[in-house]
């Protein structure tokens, strides 16, 4: 064999070595692509779900409810070609289906929940939190269009404005019956402080009206009793103003 048909075929075997190793990169690529997909996908699908099923009923309304289904089946029609022996997948779907069909007389199931701790109002807004990402997140994608997507991150301001509003209310009444009406004040006060400082504050005039009843005859008993201020107070005063404070998430919007 001449040298020429040597090197030939050596320059040929490593031509072939390296396109097996490129082939053998494109399938592993593709294979880490699926499962970083699927991985987002199942992610996802579980945050709206569970959005959809442990939201306060209070905050749940059937146009919500229909909303997030529609999602959820949009992302596992997407997740269904990387999961096809999924039968759990496939019934899910159908039931989101029939679900979807009923449009707004779709069932809403999901059990008030009393916010009458600080701990359960910060887990409401972080509901609420992942509630608005959620939107912001598919409008960018195109699942929904900017007019209902701007519908939804104002309809989920105002539900963490009803929990804050129901939040301070109970906090209040509380801290009265146990006969604290420094307590009660406080929260009050900080009920009608957060609403007045709201971007359009006309939709809560009845509410602010209501803390600022309260907060009077708070006021009253507070004199009454010519108690100053206690510790007790102070640490609720860091509880409110925690919960009462700016979230950063609020301030995204669609166009970030």
Known sequence: MSPVAITILIVGGIALLMALAYLNHMVENNKLEKARLKADLTDRLRRCADLAETLPGQLMSP????????LQLHFSERLLP???????????????????ALGEAIPVANPPHSILTEAKAKDVRFQLEGLHNTYVRASKEGLVNAKE??????????????VHIEFFTNIGQQALQQNRPGQA???????????????????????????????ARANAL?????KPGTAEESELDAGLQSLDSEDEWKKKNIYD
Do not use: T
Not at 149 to 162: G, T
Not at 191 to 215: I, S
């Open 82 to 100: 990387l999961d096809k022996g999924s039968v759990a997948l496939k019934s899910a779907m159908e039931e989101l289906r029939r679900q979807i």
């Open 149 to 162: 997507a701007k519908h939804w991150l104002k309809e989920i301001h105002h539900m963490l404005v009803q």
């Open 63 to 70: 146009a919500l409810k229909l909303s997030l289904a529609r």
């Open 222 to 226: 507070v004199l009454e009793n010519i």
């Open 185 to 215: 004040r406080l929260a009050f006060e900080r009920g009608a402080q957060y609403l007045r400082k709201q971007q359009d504050p006309a939709p809560y005039q009845k509410a602010l009206q209501k803390f600022e009843e309260q907060l």
